[in-house]
């Protein structure tokens, strides 16, 4: 982002943090259709990124998937819009999660709990409500551009009591002392943003995937939970998770990283194959793409 | 004990006295008792067990602060209702003088009546003007209770006659302690300066300011966290970017699950108020989270603070001196460490169960007051 649309992006957030929800959001799909129409990149990346994800669908279907992905993009844009106002004690009954059971079992284990996940739903709201009335949340993620944005980032996560760490050493660190404290960090995996990770498949296309969290669980043995978050179209947030994947300290270092990053990608593309028009992911991930 | 709380702000606001009689509720429910809390609610909806909302709040200035306070006196039949019906053996009162829904109730209320004086001030207008009226109100009060000293000789200089008992304000200790998981990207070489409050005229965060940029020519690795929000936000955030002053967050309101986790973030806890402070509830949860404090020689919060002890204390407005005791301490780990455990020690003291016990004490020595008040006021119709 540059410095002029980051400005712009302050003005309007400025105005929809004042907004009542259904406000925002009703702006958000005015906003969300004139994307669709008229932006000349994000439509064909996502749209590419979607078929390759749903081969099967035809071309009227790809078209009214990607301007629901776009209406829901905007939606979760709407909801990091207010989130410097929101109360969100309020908006914990919003918050449905299935597969709780299986973070109590990576609690058990007292390593920490790394999510994994994808770019997918309104994350920045359910980590939000997650952290402020639930247990502390570490995000790993990328330093934004510029650096007022990114700093708006921070400070607006961390009002409600999420860590944001950067990909570096640094930020590592902090990672590590967070899961020795049995805490949760979590991390997508659907984009390689540093460009340091390795070609896998993903949807059968090879593509550059972070090979960081699987390092992480096999020096630390800490235990990966693949989980997913998408809008109920009350608009309520669901978390959905999968079972755990846990590394196998006896086995090959090399190998091992490898299955398990698999092991994730497999279950990343069970979430989005089954919540496509929540996947927001207008950037380019394979190679050829537009 | 049947227990009636009333306070006259705004329950869903946050807010000192709010606070005090949630804590004071939770409290007195786990030592057995039942109780209900009176107020007014700008949201309909508040989700706290026992609570009952009478009115909604309209927003008062009032000693440099905005007080948000039902003034509707049409809630007379409402009030009427619960005091029948209620049956409390106390009935609560903080701030009792204040209008509408304490002193309306005060008036209608048949039973053991205590109230807690929550504010201090330079002078109060409506007391002094109003001493004639309240008189008949304040008489109907079986006990009372000031949070701190200059609370008690605040109220007492206008009404000399009426004696209260001094029990502080609690902290919760379970809530507010050491060891909590920090907010991690605040932690690191910098030496954290935390200010807690809401951001109005009162509590001097201009003047932090002004002592925090007389530091950072100082003392390099240092950043400031401001916690709150108010009406000077705009006017802070505008005095950051001119001065750019480097290393400062705005962090805004920030929800009671994650504050203490913020004060688990901070090396020094300042505190600048200018005045108008009764107690300081805010310099306990520091001390509580084994925070050194950095505050003004404010009655209120003297009360609270040993300094040399457990804080540096400086003049009301003087932040070069404020800028130079936090050099002080920025610049000395161990002072801070020293200070922070003798600030934890204290805290403890000050534990809700504690407090409560203490009102517990006071409860029944209102119902003991009221029995005989009602007695002889029988023996006076008797004669009659």
């Given amino acids: 982002m540059g410095e002029w649309t980051w400005r712009a992006f302050k003005i309007v957030q400025s105005i929809v943090e004042r907004l009542p929800r259904p406000w925002a959001y009703a702006l958000a799909v005015v906003a969300a259709r004139i994307a669709w129409w008229f932006s000349p990149l994000a439509r064909p990346r996502l749209e590419y990124n979607l078929k390759v994800a749903c081969p099967e669908l035809t071309e009227a279907e790809l078209k009214r998937l990607s301007r629901l992905n776009f209406r829901n993009h905007a939606k979760a844009y709407a909801d990091l819009m207010m989130l410097p106002h929101t109360r969100v004690g309020e908006l914990r009954p919003l918050l449905h999660v299935k597969g709780l059971e299986y973070l109590e079992q990576a609690r058990e284990i007292g390593k920490g709990v790394m999510v994994v996940s994808c770019h997918m739903g309104s994350y920045e709201v359910v980590a939000a409500i997650w952290s402020a009335t639930l247990a502390p949340v570490t995000f790993f993620a990328e330093e934004l551009e510029p650096r007022a944005l990114y700093e708006w980032y921070r400070d607006?996560?961390?009002?409600?009591?999420?860590?944001?760490?950067?990909?570096?050493?640094?930020?590592?660190?902090?990672?590590?002392?967070?899961?020795?404290?049995?805490?949760?960090?979590?991390?997508?995996?659907?984009?390689?943003?540093?460009?340091?990770?390795?070609?896998?498949?993903?949807f059968g296309k090879p593509a550059p995937i972070p090979m960081g969290p699987a390092a992480m669980a096999i020096r630390m043995g800490t235990p990966l939970f693949p989980v997913c978050v998408y809008r109920l179209p009350d608009d309520s947030y669901m978390v959905e998770g999968s079972p755990l994947v846990v590394a196998d300290p006896a086995a090959d270092e090399k190998a091992e990283e490898r299955r398990i990053t698999l092991e994730l990608v497999r279950n990343i593309e069970g979430f989005i194959r089954a919540h496509p028009d929540q996947w927001h992911v207008p950037h380019r991930i394979w190679d050829g793409g537009p | 004990m049947k227990v009636g709380l009333v306070s006259p702000y705004d329950f869903a606001s946050p807010g000192g006295v709010t606070d005090h009689v949630r804590y004071l509720s939770g409290q007195l429910r786990e030592m057995g008792h039942s109780t209900r809390i009176f107020a007014p609610s700008s949201r309909k909806q508040v989700d706290y067990e026992g609570f009952h909302r009478i009115g909604s709040p309209i927003?008062?200035?009032?000693?440099?602060?905005?007080?948000?306070?039902?003034?509707?006196?049409?809630?007379?039949?409402?009030?009427?209702?619960?005091?029948?019906?209620?049956a409390f053996d106390v009935l609560h009162f903080h701030e009792p003088l204040m209008p509408a829904l304490p002193i309306t109730m005060l008036r209608m209320s048949r039973t053991a009546n205590v109230g807690t004086f929550h504010a201090f001030a330079k002078s109060n207008v409506g007391y002094y003007y109003g001493r004639p009226l309240l008189q008949p109100y304040l008489d109907r009060l079986h006990r009372g209770i000031a949070v701190s000293e200059p609370a008690r000789d605040f109220f007492n200089r206008y009404f000399p006659g009426f004696s209260l008992r001094v029990i502080p304000n609690g902290v919760d200790t379970t809530v507010y302690r050491p060891g909590l998981s920090p907010i991690r990207h605040l932690r690191d070489d910098n030496v954290n300066i935390l200010f807690v409050g809401r951001l109005e005229k009162r509590k001097g965060l201009g003047y932090l300011l002004r002592g925090y940029e007389f530091m950072r020519q100082r003392v390099a690795n240092a950043r400031l966290i401001i916690v709150g929000d108010g009406p000077l936000r705009g006017q802070a955030e505008s005095f950051i970017a001119r001065h750019r002053l480097p290393d400062v967050v705005m962090a805004g309101y920030v929800p009671d699950t994650v504050l203490p986790r913020y004060y688990d973030s901070a090396d020094i806890f300042c505190a600048p108020a200018t005045g108008g402070e009764s107690f300081g509830i805010v310099l306990l949860e520091a001390m509580a989270c084994g925070l050194p404090v950095v505050a003004t020689e404010v009655p209120g919060y003297m009360s609270v603070l040993e300094p040399g002890h457990d804080s540096l204390t400086v003049r009301p407005k003087a932040w070069a001196e404020l800028g130079a005791a936090l050099v002080i301490l920025a610049r000395d780990a161990e002072l801070r460490a020293r200070m922070g455990a003798a600030g934890y020690e204290k805290a403890q003291r000050y534990s809700w169960g504690a407090v409560a016990s203490q009102v517990v004490e006071v409860y029944e020595e209102a119902r003991r007051a009221a029995v005989a008040g009602s007695l002889e006021e029988m023996h006076v119709h008797d004669a009659v």
């Fill in chain 1, 156 to 202: 607006t996560r961390a009002r409600l009591g999420i860590s944001v760490l950067p990909l570096d050493l640094a930020g590592l660190r902090k990672v590590t002392q967070a899961l020795r404290d049995n805490e949760m960090v979590i991390t997508a995996i659907d984009r390689d943003i540093t460009g340091t990770g390795r070609t896998m498949p993903f």
């Fill in chain 2, 59 to 86: 927003s008062i200035p009032v000693n440099d602060s905005v007080a948000r306070i039902s003034l509707s006196f049409h809630l007379a039949n409402q009030v009427a209702a619960i005091v029948e019906q209620g």
